[in-house]
C-alpha cells in the first residue's frame, strides 16, 4: 500500500506475508476519509429552530427566571408534572419562558400558547396590558386560577388540548 506515490512501511507476519504499520494505515484512512466527505454545517441551536421570538434580555431576568422556577406554587408544580417530558400530547413546553420583556409560566412554542396560573396577585390592568402585547407578537395566553388547577386539573388540561387543537 502506498500513500502518494512512496511506499509504506511493512511488518513481517509469522506466514511469511507482510503487513503494513498502524500510522500507514491511519494516514491512508485519514486521507481517504477527507477527500470524499465535505463538512457538514452544524445544527441550529437554542430557540432559533422553533421560530419563537424568546430569550432573555438581561442577566437579571435570566436569574428572575431561574428563582420563578426554583420557587414554583403548588398547582404551577402540579400543573407541570403534567406538562413536561412530552408527556402532554408529545408537546415541547417550557417553563418560566422569557418573551420579550415577560416571563410567561409556560410556553407550548409549537402553537404560541402561553400557559398562565394565577393566584391571588394576578389580574387587572397589568396584565391586560402584558396580554394585549403578546397577542401583537401572535401569542395567545390562556389563564387558569390555583384553585381551578388544583381541583380540576383534568378540566384545565382538556381545555389546554382544545386550544392546541384549534
Not at 418560566?96 to 389580574?123: C, K, M, N, S, Y
Request: glycine share 10%; charged share 20%; aromatic share 8%.
Amino acid at each position: 500500500m502506498s500513500v502518494a506515490g512512496t511506499p509504506s512501511p511493512t511488518l513481517p507476519l509469522a506466514g511469511g506475508g507482510r503487513l503494513p504499520t498502524v500510522s500507514a494505515a491511519l494516514t491512508f484512512m485519514v486521507s481517504h476519509y477527507s477527500r470524499s466527505r465535505a463538512p457538514s454545517p452544524p445544527p441550529a441551536r437554542g430557540r432559533a429552530r422553533e421560530g419563537v421570538i424568546t430569550g432573555f434580555r438581561s442577566l437579571s431576568q435570566r436569574g428572575h427566571a431561574k428563582a420563578l422556577r426554583q420557587s414554583m406554587t403548588a398547582a404551577e408544580k402540579r400543573l407541570w408534572y403534567r406538562l413536561r417530558a412530552h408527556r402532554f400530547l408529545g408537546l415541547s413546553i417550557r417553563r418560566q419562558a422569557p418573551i420579550g420583556p415577560f416571563i410567561a409560566d409556560f410556553l407550548i412554542p409549537a402553537h404560541r400558547l402561553i400557559i398562565e396560573v394565577d393566584g391571588g396577585r394576578h389580574g387587572g390592568v397589568p396584565d391586560m396590558a402584558r396580554d394585549a402585547w403578546l397577542a401583537g407578537c401572535g401569542y395567545h395566553t390562556l389563564r387558569f386560577w390555583n384553585d381551578e388547577v388544583m381541583c380540576n386539573l383534568p378540566g384545565v388540561l382538556q381545555r389546554i388540548a382544545e386550544e392546541v387543537a384549534e
